[in-house]
């Protein structure tokens, strides 16, 4: 005979519904509940020795039962299951804010390197224009006087 080793309590989030067994709940039950439509409540656990309910608490104070258990201990496993899925589906936003704010940065990261060394740099194809090399005097101009007429074959001359 094969003993069935199956958790009192199992939880998984499938997208945005929370999908919860409770194998020891009076009666056993499977629940699932939409964290997206439903995003603010409360879980609760109350009762007595012997009755013990878990529920969620609406914003307006409504209570609902979700399920009943006969010992404080499988109540409190039911509470701890449920709270760390609710917990994981902070830390899902969570870590999806920190990537998504990593890759904003990775993108301006690879757009500053692509202006400085794509942009920046000067095109291949351009031609500089040769200017006078450091410490090479360029030859005086010959200075003209002013107002005066000058015949153009004086100004059009070489340099001496």
Known sequence: MLLNHAKAVQAKLVGSTMVISFRHSNPSIIWKYDLERNHSFTLNLQGDDGDFELGITSPKGEFTSVARFASREDADEAFSAVQEILMEKKWSRLQTVLIGAAGIFLLYFLYTLANTVFIGAPHPAAKTVPGP????????????????????????????
């Open 133 to 160: 090399a450091a410490g090479v005097q360029e030859p005086a101009k010959p200075s003209l006087p002013q107002g005066e007429a000058v015949p153009a074959d004086q100004v059009l001359q070489p340099p001496p």
